[in-house]
């Protein structure tokens, strides 16, 4: 959802950075931030920010207002947990309004839909996997990477197909028929992404990956 054509009402704009003021709120109450002051965490933290900006920059769309992009949300979340991963994503789409490829207004939105809502879906599917099944190696690649990847653009798919009907900027019949279907063939390169990056890291640089542990998932295997 690319909203520099699109007019929400000023209710939906507002409900959006609502939303984001209350979500930075107990991020910050939580201390969910407070790793970001060790510099080796930092820069970590800055360039993978900087890589979803470049993601976020290549896209494509149907329509005025409706276009389509790699998320990198799961990823970002499966390196730093829920908070960070919504911040980094979050930067992403700050970036991409600032550069005139999506609007400051309805940018609350944007953050809620397409960063905070892919961070929580894989955060708390994550937390399942990690609770429900064994903790093998192929296991966290394969469920959180691959399948959460794709999982998490198909909840952005149906949150921001009613986001958009809802809102009334276009009818909920042309977004199931032009925009909605798009996302699911999205979610095969989000995740294959997804799933490629952290099998990468989890062999080479398990460090960077906060919600892995390979004397858990690899040691004794």
């Known amino acids: 959802m690319n909203n520099e054509l699109l007019v929400f009402a000023d209710?939906?704009?507002?409900?959006?950075?609502?939303?984001?003021?209350?979500?930075?709120?107990?991020?910050w109450r939580a201390g969910a931030f407070l790793q970001l002051k060790d510099n080796a965490r930092l820069n970590l933290f800055l360039g993978?920010?900087?890589?979803?900006?470049?993601?976020?920059?290549?896209r494509t769309g149907v329509r005025p207002g409706l276009s389509f992009h790699l998320l990198g949300a799961s990823m970002a979340t499966l390196m730093f947990g829920f908070w960070r991963g919504w911040l980094a994503a979050s930067i992403a789409a700050v970036a991409t309004a600032l550069a005139g490829k999506?609007?400051?207004?309805?940018?609350?939105?944007?953050?809620?839909?397409?960063?905070?809502?892919p961070a929580?879906?894989?955060w708390h599917l994550?937390?399942?996997?990690?609770?429900?099944?064994?903790?093998?190696?192929?296991?966290?690649?394969?469920v959180n990477g691959f399948f959460g990847g794709?999982?998490?653009?198909?909840?952005?798919?149906l949150a921001s197909t009613l986001v958009l009907s809802l809102s009334g900027a276009y009818p909920s019949g042309y977004l199931l028929e032009h925009y909605t279907?798009?996302?699911?063939?999205?979610?095969?390169?989000?995740a294959f992404t997804t799933?490629?990056?952290?099998?990468?890291?989890?062999?080479?640089?398990?460090?960077?990956?906060?919600?892995?542990?390979?004397?858990?998932?690899?040691?004794?295997?």
Request: glycine share 8%.
């Open 11 to 27: 209710g939906w704009n507002t409900l959006g950075w609502l939303g984001v003021l209350v979500l930075g709120w107990f991020g």
């Open 48 to 58: 993978v920010a900087v890589a979803l900006m470049v993601m976020w920059q290549i």
């Open 102 to 117: 999506s609007g400051l207004p309805a940018l609350g939105i944007e953050i809620m839909v397409f960063c905070a809502l």
């Open 120 to 122: 929580a879906f894989t």
């Open 126 to 142: 994550y937390k399942l996997v990690d609770h429900k099944l064994p903790n093998h190696f192929f296991i966290y690649v394969l």
């Open 150 to 157: 794709a999982l998490a653009v198909v909840s952005v798919a």
């Open 181 to 190: 279907p798009y996302f699911f063939l999205l979610s095969w390169s989000e």
């Open 195 to 221: 799933g490629m990056v952290v099998t990468l890291l989890a062999v080479y640089r398990p460090d960077w990956l906060e919600t892995f542990d390979d004397s858990r998932y690899i040691k004794n295997k």
